[in-house]
């Protein structure tokens, strides 16, 4: 079977892999750019009415960032079996990515109170260039009304501060969620049912 490399620094996505039992290598050397702060309007879109993301156009940028992590790390591995992820969080047609302060930080989770929104991660899996699958998952959250002392709190304990949407489901968090319609694992970082899909696609079993 052939090494397994995961392209990401997250320790999230890489306790997944171990908690699926995969064998696996992290690297980190490059196509590790994520979005950062919040997006209003999707930018292939520009100025013109209507501008506001679409979920479609989220879970195609969620693939695309996963694909440009991927291709490095095949790149430098090109025997390997590359994992990459991305992940984008979507409230009311505007995109909320990584908190880059405190207040970014806030800000996300005064708009995510008392609201649904989606969450969409895309996932590859690449095999030299020869071979590049994409999947994505697409999961809707429900968070309870956060009064502005709950999220000053939250937001001091700084575990927002790595996370799209500045929250972490499988952490601290997990007190604001009311509801999930999806993969769960996609909100964490990784949709463990698709990756298993792509894995099984070029001869890395699962299970």
């Not at 892999?17 to 750019?33: C, N, P």
């Not at 927002?160 to 968090?173: F, N, S, V």
Request: net charge negative; hydrophobic share 45%.
């Amino acid at each position: 079977m052939p090494l397994v490399v995961l392209a990401s620094a997250s320790p999230r996505r890489a306790e997944l892999l171990r908690q699926i039992g995969l064998a696996f290598e992290v690297w980190t050397g490059g196509g590790e750019e994520e979005t950062r702060g919040i997006l209003p309007a999707d930018p292939d879109v520009g100025d013109a009415a209507g501008s506001a993301w679409t979920l479609e156009a989220v879970r195609a940028r969620a693939r695309a960032a996963a694909l440009h992590k991927a291709r490095p790390a095949a790149d430098a591995n090109p025997e390997a079996v590359v994992i990459a992820a991305d992940t984008m969080v979507m409230v009311d047609g505007v995109v909320l990515g990584k908190p880059s302060t405190p207040e970014s930080a806030e800000e996300m989770l005064r708009r995510l109170s008392g609201r649904t929104h989606h969450v969409a991660t895309g996932v590859v899996v690449a095999h030299g260039r020869a071979i590049e699958l994409m999947d994505d998952s697409v999961t809707s959250v429900r968070f309870r009304w956060l009064s502005g002392e709950t999220i000053l709190r939250y937001v001091a304990t700084g575990e927002p501060m790595d996370k799209a949407g500045a929250y972490g489901i499988q952490g601290r968090a997990a007190l604001f969620v009311e509801r999930v319609e999806g993969d769960y694992f996609g909100v964490v970082g990784l949709p463990l049912v698709s990756l298993a899909r792509l894995l099984d696609s070029v001869g890395v079993p699962t299970f």
